[in-house]
């Protein structure tokens, strides 16, 4: 059913956006929207994944720099039936992850040591198997698109505005007002349903991946209290990212509303909880070792001592951190 609704959302996206086309220039602009549309599809699925990680100037790791971490992504990779994917950190104090990639064999996850300072190795464990359900259910892909055929809307209502008063224009002037103000709108909507039909389904197979649904019930509610009160300057000065994130970096949402770009964290738990309570936890399929050492340039969440900060800090979690139950 996940699957049909999005479909069905896609195709609302893209016949809002054909139709934008036929505003400006009838039939002839409808078939070049569409051809402008699937150019930037073209370009993004082959170069998103690196433009986002840019972005938020992510590093590559591996399992010299950060062993634990990246034990623990292997070992739910292998869980989920995935090739293993390019790992990577971000220096960002606020907790948060995302993944990205066109396909399985093309993808990257990216976690901020925020993120694994806060949490522990259980917790982590719950937040990467849910970014892996991404990869598996192809949703970095659809997210892309949806952001893409997003972002043409909103360029081509604003056209709207110097070309749609020609002859082929059936709604005249105030059309063309009602699609400037009404379409990227509609689009954002679509958007954020699509994300918040996907974060459900992910959270869901993160849940199978792991064994464990409270897992990641818990890190969402330490999630939550993070994005709240630590800022990150990237994801604010690249809005459009923000849906790929396991949480809205730009704020914590309170309400499941029709603008936010994620359900209700409460609500998202509540779901985990009664996955739970149906049996679905099995003891934990992911490897939590304790053993760690901090990647050299990040003032890591294992007593590091980085660079990633220009000094040395100590680690905010304990040297062996207890699980999501205490």
């Known amino acids: 059913m996940n699957y049909v609704r999005t479909a069905m959302l896609l195709a609302a996206m893209t016949a ?3 139709g934008i086309g036929f505003l400006i220039g009838g039939q002839s602009g409808m078939m070049i929207a569409l051809a402008i549309a699937a150019a930037m599809n073209l370009f993004s699925y082959w170069n998103a994944d690196k433009m986002v990680l840019r972005m938020h100037h992510a590093q590559e790791i ?6 634990e971490f990246y034990r623990i992504v292997q070992q739910l990779a292998q869980n989920a039936g995935l090739p293993m994917p390019k790992v990577y950190l971000i220096n960002n104090p606020q907790p948060n ?4 990639g066109r396909n399985p064999e093309n ?4 976690a901020t040591t925020g993120l694994l300072e806060m949490l522990s190795p259980e917790e982590v464990a719950g937040v990467m198997a849910h970014e892996l359900a991404h990869v598996k259910n192809h949703d970095t892909l659809i997210m892309t698109i949806t952001a ?3 972002g043409a809307i ?14 082929n224009n059936p709604l005249g002037i105030v059309g063309v007002l009602l699609t ?5 709108m509609a689009a954002m909507v679509v958007q954020m349903a699509i994300s918040r039909t996907r974060e459900y389904a992910a959270d869901r197979m993160g849940a199978e991946i792991c064994g464990e649904p409270m897992w990641l019930a818990s890190a969402l509610a330490k999630i939550a209290g993070g994005v709240e009160r630590i800022h990150n300057p990237d994801a604010e000065a690249n809005p459009a990212t923000s849906h790929m994130f396991i949480m809205n970096p730009l704020s914590g949402e309170r309400m499941d509303n029709l603008f936010s770009t994620h359900p209700n964290t409460q609500n998202r738990i509540d779901e985990l909880r009664k996955l739970s309570e149906a049996g679905l936890g099995t003891g934990g399929r992911a490897t939590v070792g304790r053993s760690t050492r901090a990647p050299a340039d990040f003032d890591g969440p294992w007593g590091g001592t980085g660079s990633g900060s220009g000094r040395s800090r100590r680690s905010s979690v304990p040297s062996h951190p207890k699980g999501p139950w205490g």
């Open 62 to 67: 591996d399992e010299r720099a950060a062993p």
């Open 16 to 18: 809002l956006f054909m």
């Open 107 to 110: 993808a990257a996850v990216a």
């Open 148 to 150: 893409t055929i997003a």
């Open 154 to 167: 909103s360029m081509l209502a604003n056209f709207a505005f110097f070309f749609g008063g020609n002859r």
């Open 180 to 184: 400037m103000i009404v379409a990227p």
């Open 97 to 100: 992850a995302f993944a990205t």
